[in-house]
């Protein structure tokens, strides 16, 4: 008997689920190897790449007592904080070993984690991560650059995971991650108002009020949030990104010189996020599973961030993933021919939307 599509998916990831930690180890160990090998260049690179130069700047401000946000380093004090701490200790080659060793970490990780819903065994699953790795032009761009997205998502999509089994490392996840690169406000509202399938929902919005939490403390017991909060909410927005509140900006300045604020847009979308989960999980008879709240999360997160480009965005791979497994589960029940050649069709459009993304930059005229 075929399984529908959502049962399919259900049942992929329960199969990834189960596997002992020793397999899940040795892909990850795989897919670090791979990024090793294919993008070795940038990550044992001597000098530092266009973004560490950023953040080795900000660091020195930082440690020197200096001000960070007087030029394009749009990310929490914190971090700055942190980073100006391993400055001081480990000098420029340490820096730039942590960040490219948490950089690569988070991106074999995100990658594995968006796998565990494709039907396939652990070596198809673990071909398919590695083509990402070897073969996105997403990818490429973020270790080229030295941006840390990838150590924010890997940790982001796992702590989502985690949060209704596991809500204390969830939030610490979720919390530190917040800290480092802003993608997870989007994705803690939505862990706070849609129900989880079984009775686990006080642990999921348990993870996500400490992780807000947790992200709070450290930013209000760090000096320059202001500052930060300024050139996230206007001056950041008008850099060349592909987030919506920069469509926004654009169509509104075009219209009538102006725009609203990336921070009451991001504001407006997580209320709207509230809203919709909220009612949802009061008149869904059925909760949400595992992939659909982790859809959603990561999402909102990406609508709620006002500074996005090609690297960030693989913050949606596991949808991309998902989209590709129920495509592939609906050309499997097909019965005759013309139906056969639609799902073909389907499968096509998918990964090409899938491309899409992942071509984002460049071939997108963002470059331009």
């Given at each position: 008997?075929?399984?529908?599509?959502?049962?399919?998916?259900?049942?992929?990831?329960?199969?990834?689920?189960?596997?002992?930690?020793?397999?899940?180890?040795?892909?990850?160990?795989?897919?670090?190897?791979?990024?090793?090998?294919?993008?070795?260049?940038?990550?044992?690179?001597?000098?530092?790449?266009?973004?560490?130069?950023?953040?080795?700047?900000?660091?020195a401000?930082?440690?020197?007592?200096?001000?960070?946000?007087?030029?394009?380093?749009?990310?929490?004090?914190?971090?700055?904080?942190?980073?100006?701490?391993?400055?001081?200790?480990?000098?420029?080659?340490?820096?730039?070993?942590?960040?490219?060793?948490?950089?690569?970490?988070?991106?074999?990780?995100?990658?594995?984690?968006?796998?565990?819903?494709?039907p396939?065994?652990?070596?198809?699953?673990?071909?398919?991560?590695?083509?990402?790795?070897?073969?996105?032009?997403?990818?490429?761009?973020?270790?080229?650059?030295?941006?840390?997205?990838?150590?924010?998502?890997?940790?982001?999509?796992?702590?989502?995971?985690?949060?209704?089994?596991?809500?204390?490392?969830?939030?610490?996840?979720?919390?530190?991650?917040l800290?480092?690169?802003?993608?997870?406000?989007?994705a803690?509202v939505?862990?706070?108002?849609?129900?989880?399938r079984?009775?686990?929902?006080?642990?999921?919005?348990?993870?996500?009020?400490?992780?807000?939490?947790?992200?709070?403390?450290?930013?209000?017991?760090?000096?320059?949030?202001?500052?930060?909060?300024?050139?996230?909410?206007?001056?950041?927005?008008?850099?060349?990104?592909a987030?919506?509140?920069?469509?926004?900006?654009?169509?509104?300045?075009?219209?009538?010189?102006a725009?609203?604020?990336?921070?009451?847009l991001?504001?407006?979308?997580?209320?709207?996020?509230?809203?919709?989960?909220?009612?949802?999980?009061?008149?869904?008879?059925?909760?949400?599973?595992?992939?659909?709240?982790?859809?959603?999360?990561?999402?909102?997160?990406?609508l709620?961030?006002?500074?996005?480009?090609?690297?960030?965005?693989?913050?949606?791979l596991?949808?991309?993933?998902?989209?590709?497994?129920?495509?592939?589960?609906?050309?499997?029940?097909?019965?005759?021919?013309?139906?056969?050649?639609?799902?073909?069709?389907?499968?096509?459009?998918?990964?090409?939307?899938?491309?899409?993304?992942?071509?984002?930059?460049?071939?997108?005229?963002?470059?331009?």
């Amino acid at each position: 008997m075929r399984a529908w599509p959502a049962v399919q998916l259900r049942r992929s990831f329960c199969t990834w689920q189960t596997w002992p930690a020793r397999r899940h180890a040795l892909a990850l160990a795989l897919l670090l190897a791979v990024a090793v090998v294919r993008w070795g260049p940038w990550l044992f690179a001597a000098t530092p790449l266009d973004d560490e130069a950023v953040y080795l700047v900000a660091f020195a401000a930082r440690a020197a007592g200096e001000p960070v946000y007087t030029g394009i380093f749009f990310y929490p004090p914190p971090f700055a904080d942190a980073g100006a701490w391993l400055l001081e200790r480990f000098g420029t080659t340490g820096v730039l070993a942590v960040l490219r060793a948490i950089n690569v970490a988070g991106l074999a990780l995100l990658v594995w984690i968006a796998a565990a819903w494709l039907p396939l065994g652990w070596r198809g699953r673990v071909l398919a991560a590695t083509l990402v790795i070897a073969l996105s032009p997403a990818v490429r761009l973020g270790l080229q650059w030295g941006n840390l997205s990838f150590a924010v998502a890997g940790p982001l999509v796992l702590g989502v995971l985690w949060a209704a089994r596991r809500p204390l490392t969830s939030a610490l996840m979720l919390g530190l991650g917040l800290v480092i690169k802003p993608l997870a406000p989007g994705a803690l509202v939505v862990l706070a108002v849609v129900r989880p399938r079984g009775a686990r929902w006080s642990r999921q919005q348990t993870a996500a009020v400490l992780g807000g939490a947790l992200a709070l403390a450290l930013l209000l017991a760090t000096p320059g949030l202001i500052d930060f909060l300024d050139l996230r909410g206007g001056k950041g927005v008008t850099a060349r990104n592909a987030s919506l509140h920069r469509v926004v900006y654009s169509v509104g300045h075009a219209a009538v010189g102006a725009a609203p604020s990336a921070l009451a847009l991001a504001a407006l979308i997580a209320l709207a996020t509230a809203a919709i989960g909220g009612w949802l999980s009061l008149r869904r008879r059925r909760a949400c599973g595992p992939a659909s709240i982790l859809s959603l999360a990561t999402t909102v997160a990406l609508l709620a961030t006002p500074l996005l480009w090609s690297h960030s965005l693989l913050l949606s791979l596991p949808t991309q993933m998902m989209a590709v497994a129920i495509a592939a589960s609906r050309r499997a029940q097909a019965e005759d021919a013309a139906s056969r050649r639609a799902r073909d069709y389907e499968i096509a459009v998918v990964v090409l939307r899938a491309l899409a993304i992942h071509l984002s930059e460049g071939v997108g005229a963002l470059d331009r």
